[in-house]
């Protein structure tokens, strides 16, 4: 199963990448993690969407080949951050890629709630009707305090929420398929 990972943070430290990376690497021999970057998606412009930029049709056709989408989020302001609002809006549009496509939904923050108000927004975002992506529902991760989550090589070492991650993907393996 070939899934892209979209993580909504640009920081060479993020706990989010972080997350994306540690999932790539641990269940590698259930799903083929490719995670995508954000860092050459220009601000999307509605005067472009019909000839836009190549970093943008390389990003949509990698998603239109994938069997789904995992979504890492950060939370900006109780909602998500821009950079991931702006690649959103590129695959609403046009070739809407995400049209079928099975999505997955998690986040990290260092705060207690572990970004639930951003993933109630790109739950709701998803099932908008220029997206029209399933989400997989239930299988919600959440983690908060992700400063004490995280090793400084990045590997998530908290034993109760790797437990939990290892259900989840099952579980989104199993609703995919
Ligand atoms: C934040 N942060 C934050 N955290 C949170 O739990 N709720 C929030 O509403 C916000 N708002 C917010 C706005 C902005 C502009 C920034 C820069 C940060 C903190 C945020 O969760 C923290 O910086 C994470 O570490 C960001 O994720 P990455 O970059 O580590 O993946």
């Known amino acids: 199963m070939n899934v892209v990972a979209i993580v909504g943070s640009l920081r060479k430290a993020s706990y989010n990448m972080m997350l994306a990376e540690f999932i790539q690497k641990r269940?590698?021999?259930?799903?083929?993690?490719?995670?995508?970057?954000l860092h050459d998606i220009p601000m999307?412009?509605?005067?472009?969407?019909n000839n836009p930029p190549q970093s943008v049709i390389d990003f949509?056709?990698?998603?239109?080949a994938a069997?789904?989408?995992?979504?890492?989020?950060p939370e900006y302001n109780a909602s998500i951050p821009g950079v991931l609002g702006n690649v959103i809006d590129w695959l609403s549009r046009v070739d809407k890629v995400m049209i079928g496509k099975p999505s997955i939904v998690m986040g990290a923050s260092m705060g207690n709630l572990g970004t639930v108000k951003a993933q109630m927004h790109l739950r709701d975002i998803l099932f908008a009707q220029g997206l029209g992506s399933p989400v997989l529902q239930g299988n919600e991760v959440y983690i908060g305090a992700a400063h004490t989550k995280f090793d400084?090589?990045?590997?998530?070492?908290?034993?109760?929420?790797?437990?939990?991650?290892?259900?989840?993907?099952?579980?989104?393996?199993?609703?995919?398929?």
């Open 27 to 37: 269940y590698a021999e259930k799903i083929t993690v490719e995670i995508l970057s």
């Open 44 to 49: 999307y412009n509605q005067d472009e969407e």
């Open 60 to 64: 949509k056709a990698k998603v239109k």
């Open 67 to 73: 069997d789904a989408v995992l979504w890492v989020t």
């Open 152 to 177: 400084e090589a990045g590997n998530l070492t908290d034993e109760a929420t790797v437990k939990f991650l290892d259900q989840v993907i099952d579980n989104f393996v199993a609703w995919v398929k």
